[in-house]
Nanobody
Framework: QVQLVESGGGLVQAGGSLRLSCGAS????????MGWYRQAPGKQRELVAA???????NYEDSVKGRFTISRDNAKNTVYLQMNSLKPEDTAVYYC?????????????????WGQGTQVTVSS
């Protein structure tokens, strides 16, 4: 089984910065795509940023130029550097990863989610 744990959320004033981290642990053979999603009250969960195993990135339009996603494969960790934060960025942020793991001597790719970390941006 695989576990994802996020950290780095908190309260920050508009214009400030936060850095989120998400570490994966467990029976991991390799990690394919990793990403960050967020969900604000009354809204659907949306993709914020994603990064492939090859380093290709994709961002939601509203965070382009402000957020940067990166990964450290040696640590099985993905990061989200958030700069110039706005009140509309307030949400619970969730880490996601597609992980190649093993069970009963067979390999398969599973989809895993972290528990979420609260980001609150005040004006």
């Amino acid at each position: 089984q695989v576990q994802l744990v996020e950290s780095g959320g908190g309260l920050v004033q508009a214009g400030g910065s936060l850095r989120l981290s998400c570490g994966a642990s467990g029976r991991i053979f390799s990690i394919n795509d990793m990403g960050w999603y967020r969900q604000a009250p009354g809204k659907q969960r949306e993709l914020v940023a994603a990064i492939t195993s090859g380093g290709t990135t994709n961002y939601e339009d509203s965070v382009k130029g402000r957020f940067t996603i990166s990964r450290d494969n040696a640590k099985n960790t993905v990061y989200l550097q958030m700069n110039s934060l706005k009140p509309e960025d307030t949400a619970v942020y969730y880490c996601h990863a597609d992980v190649k793991t093993s069970r009963n001597s067979r390999y398969y790719t599973g989809s895993y989610w972290g528990q979420g970390t609260q980001v609150t941006v005040s004006s």
